[in-house]
């Protein structure tokens, strides 16, 4: 059954190229967003890479796409329209379209799929594709690190999932590499998206000691509490300097374009092939906002850090690592492996928050 | 000049036909103005919004996968409506029932019978009647108002279930994302007809729901006394009825009605729990048993078209680049339109000059 | 350190606060508008757009009042002259509202937004504790607790204000007595409108100074339930804002003292208690009868 599958996938696959370029149809891409592109945060970056890509291939792309649609039966249906309507590529950006996608890819073998954020490649047409956020969030560790003078971050997380609690994790790290008594404060705001929530979640960390606020959820909310007092604080997702202009340290900014570029072009060229990729400020995927008001010795320092993970030279998450409850993780030396992380459920040491069980 | 309305006699049977055409003529006017203002042809447009999706067997099962669940709640909710109960908690009600009727196959997956579906399905119904039964009982006992209990149970329901999802209900295998487990094959809710698409029997529970419900409530004296309750609690005293009993009835298959929905959208849909199981189900079968004027042969029209401007509104986004937005403001007044349109059946709408009745505008 | 938690609570009760006073309003005349979502989040997207587009703060607020009640306006025409169904009037405007403010607002997204300055009245804004949180907060905070007061005192200390309340106890013997029942419905939905579109522009103004799609993220639909919450009464819909926000604002402190209570739970919070409190307030039977406008969500058309 499953050699038939990659068999006529692989016929496919050959045939494709042949059809496309006899009659120079262009390419169809089409991308599913959990959120509206006015969010400001993961949908909205999302869809600055379909723009990227619509730049980068003009004539030879057409792109369609669907905003907010909710995980569940409308997903299904979404994907399922998009492959009926001739796109040669599905991009399904959501962890929640993971089912559906492979779903829906059985039934449509000479369909592209990729799904972000997800694990499951049930069929040879789906690939699955991620960035490791956490890298930045190192190097925001030791920033924080050196510029909070109170010793303690405030940090705004989202849902505890593997990817949120691995970022914590990172970010802890980082500081503890420049600070090793250094507090991490969370608070759960059980929303990726509610500006108001996140600014009052900001609120209590700061009136709870914060003097550095770091997020996990979407909007430029926090970023603009942390103006109004005086404090410094982190972008996420996107460059979130607009709204913070003597606040942001740095951002994580998701550059999805490259790697839309890339697939497209595979798709196009007939190279198309399953993988799973998780890359991050090596390839471009995880880029750092410009390093703003901080002195030169911390930037430099930030500056340094970048290059050696990007060198691949140093990997945040490198032993000697004890998990929260005392107990050895990782050994002198030793760096974790990529399942473990991926599936990420229990705090390192120091770490101030349980994580529901 | 100005508007004003006299009351018929009876309401108007030719207009009871006539209003959801009517509707739908100013529908296609304001759609084809709204879209060409924003540079879109609007034949193209109309046609995607309202008939490709009808063009394609996959589409029509789509159709019904969508309406099933608002179907569901809005025939339960028109009991509740029409005695003059304000359930807007439906949205929790769907949630409960799918959480009960998952405890099956999520915590004992060996389990597996061909009895474990129908148990799922009764759970599903138990559990949606149970977390309706709060607001009633609350109402009943300590005359706390419904609106309010039904409304804030909505949003402790998302929390728990999203508790249970990413805590105790996780699946193992599963990297500790949040969802449970996949349900296994008895625990599924089999396709209608498999071979041309993927609607399940949550649809025809839907139908089955609305027939049964609207023979309740046109044939049977347990419909006259929701009616009766309804419209006048004082009438319904004299009559024998017990008001609180009627409260706790309506609630109970309305949850009921809701907890089968939630049920068979995950046993049928998506085929485990996770974090959102509904995007707003339990609000949208409001308007939905509205517009079916609170009579379940009605609200199953109702649901079916507005099933169909989701469907459609997606086509349009598709095919002629629509925004998601304008699809959202169209549907919006889509529903003003009908609203409006179904004035006609009750009254008949004159124009008043100033100059022809004096002591009017004298007013 | 409390300064600082009751300045946070009162940020958070203030659109709250403002939406229900006014939706109170418009219950108490008879008209039960479910639109309060809509409305509010087309204050928002106009209050911040004006704002932006002409750089001041106290325009974008008016403009948002003024959109926030022509709004209204359609419910108004609809329910009161048509004679519409209310329930299903409100949810389809709430939809309208959600689609027309992404469509007016797709070109905000991502800019900043213009802060509404705080006004400090001299003197007592130097005060310990209450300088802060009562003389030293922004317009809306203090249009807010002045709408709560005057419509009290509207409602029950005035000849207008028992005109309106008898409407909406009583359309059909209101209407014997010559008063015009849809005219005083369509001025008090209008006033809804007003107040709503000022709570979503104290968001995007004042509580976090940016446009984003869906940011009122469900606020309508608590100051709906704090009308309820509050037995059509407005100093208890002033303590059931308020009440609301400290259980928000309080469960994220709990948080961030780490104390290890799963987070859902901690979210929870506000409803439950809300819940609780009614539940205990509303247990004297006749006082609550009192208060419910009887003619709540029932067409009215004058005889002839």
Known sequence: MKNTLIALAASVAVLIPAVASAQDDPTKACFIYVGPIGDFGWS????????????????????????????????????????????????????????PTNKIAARFPDVKFEHATGYKREHPNVATYNSKFHEGRYVQGVIAARMSEAGVAGYIASFPIPEVVMGINAFMLGAQSVNPDFQVKVVWANTWFDPAREADAATALIDQGADIITQHTDSTGPMQVAADRGIKAFGQASDMIEFGKETQLTSIIDDWGPYYIERIQAVMDGTWEQHDVWEGMAEGHVVMAPYTNMPDDVKAEAEEIEARIKSGEFDPFTGPIKKQDGSDWLAEGEVAEEGVLLGMNFYVEGVDDQLPQ | MRLELVKRPQQSTLFSALSPFIAFGLTIVAGAILFAALGKDPIETLYYYFIDPLTETWSLHELAIKAAPLILIAVGLSVCFLSSNWNIGAEGQFIMGAIAGSILPVLFPDFQFWFVLPLMLIMGMAGGAAYAFIPAILKVRFNTNEILSSLMLVYVAQLFLDWLVRGPWRNPQGFNFPETRNFHEYAILPEIWSASGRAHWGFVFALVAAFVLWFMLSKTLKGFEVKVIGQSPRAGRFAGFSAGRMVVFAFLVSGAMAGLAGISEVAGAIGQLRPTISPGYGFTAIIVAFLGRLNPLGIVAAGLILALTYLGGEAAQISVGLSDKVVRAFQGSILFFVLACDTLIHYRVRLVRPAQKAEAAHA | MLEAILLTVSMAATPLLLAAIGELVVERSGVLNLGVEGMMIMGAVTGFGVALMTGNPFLGALAAIIVGALFSLLFAFLTLTLVTNQVATGLALTLLGLGLSGMIGESFVGQPGVRLPRLDVPFLSELPIVGRLVFSQDMIFYVSVFLTVAVAWFLFYTKAGLTLRSVGDNHNSAHALGIKVVRIRYLAVLFG????????????????????????????????????????????????????????????HAQALGIGIPSQLLSALPYIATIVVLVLISRNRRLTMVNTPASLGRPFVPDR
């Open chain 1, 44 to 99: 909205y970056q999302h869809h600055q890479g379909l723009l990227e890509a619509e730049e980068h291939f003009g004539d030879k792309l057409e792109t369609a796409y669907l905003e907010s649609v909710p995980e569940g039966a409308d997903a299904e249906r979404a994907i399922e329209r998009f492959a009926r309507s001739g796109c040669d590529i599905i991009f399904t950006t959501s962890f929640g379209y993971m089912d």
């Open chain 3, 193 to 252: 409108g007003a107040c709503a579109g000022l709570a979503g522009a104290h968001l995007s103004l004042v509580y976090v100074p940016q446009w984003v799609e869906n940011m009122t993220a469900g606020r309508g639909w608590i100051a709906l339930a704090l009308v309820v919450f509050a037995s059509w009464r407005p100093l208890r819909v002033l303590a059931g804002a308020y009440l609301f926000g400290a259980v928000s604002i309080g469960q994220l």
